[in-house]
């Protein structure tokens, strides 16, 4: 049983216009979720993360959404750049384990230039 | 500084050999993490230590997996009998203090069981 759900494999945009990747939780002991930006042959990267007392967590192009009612969580990246091509992992920790990451499956951007 | 570094980077061995995988933290991290990833899937959690001691190893799959971290450092990832189905990449990963922080990870180790 998946936890944490990402349920598009893949997206492509183009250089400017805005990235949207999307995640679904079924856990509703979780209370921080966090996204993480993978390369190739590279570890994952923290990129943002939100707690679950707030909506909205912004750091530059880079924006979390978290609508707890709905258990789902979005990041938005604006304007999207090339480099931003990578996989994006949702994740997300409980009360009772805030040391254990559950991810998401991943999904892969493509920007094009 | 440095950043968490895991030896080797690829290991290829044959079904029924025992491996060792290697994971320097950040100096200073008293929190490790051993995940799993397997291709087309995200990272699995497999065991956290706090210090020297394990606080949760419910994600290692069975008894021929097994971690330590003597000197609350260097963490091994040993693997006994390995099997074909353990080919996956193996990531570390270390942050301060262990609760709701960043958690930094190293670029794994890439195993393949034949």
């Known amino acids: 049983d998946q936890q944490v759900k990402q349920n598009s494999p893949s997206l492509s945009v183009q250089e400017g216009r805005i990235s949207i990747l999307n995640c679904d939780y079924t856990?509703?002991?979780?209370?921080?979720f966090l996204w993480y930006k993978k390369y190739p042959a590279e570890g994952p990267t923290f990129l943002i993360s939100i707690s679950s007392i707030k909506d909205k967590n912004e750091d530059g192009r880079f924006t979390v959404f978290l609508n707890k009612s709905a258990k789902h969580l979005s990041l938005h990246i604006v304007p999207s750049q090339p480099g931003d091509s990578a996989v994006y992992f949702c994740a997300a920790t409980s009360m009772d384990s805030s040391y254990k990451l559950i991810f998401g499956s991943g999904t892969r951007l493509l920007v094009r230039p | 500084g440095a950043g968490v570094s895991q030896t080797p980077s690829n290991k290829v061995t044959e079904k029924g050999k025992y491996v060792e995988l290697r994971c320097d933290p950040i100096s200073g991290h008293t929190a490790l993490y051993w995940y799993r990833q397997s291709l087309g899937q995200g990272p699995e959690f497999l065991i956290y230590f706090q210090g020297t001691g394990a606080a949760d190893d419910s994600g290692l799959p069975n008894d021929r997996f097994f971690a330590v971290r003597p000197e609350g450092s260097v963490s091994t990832l040993k693997i006994q009998r390995t099997e074909r189905g353990d080919s996956a990449v193996y990531l570390c990963?270390?942050?301060?203090?262990?609760?709701?922080?960043?958690?930094?990870f190293g670029p794994g180790t890439r195993l393949l069981v034949l």
């Open positions: 856990n509703s002991m979780f209370d921080y």
């Open positions: 990963a270390s942050s301060l203090t262990g609760t709701k922080e960043t958690q930094y």
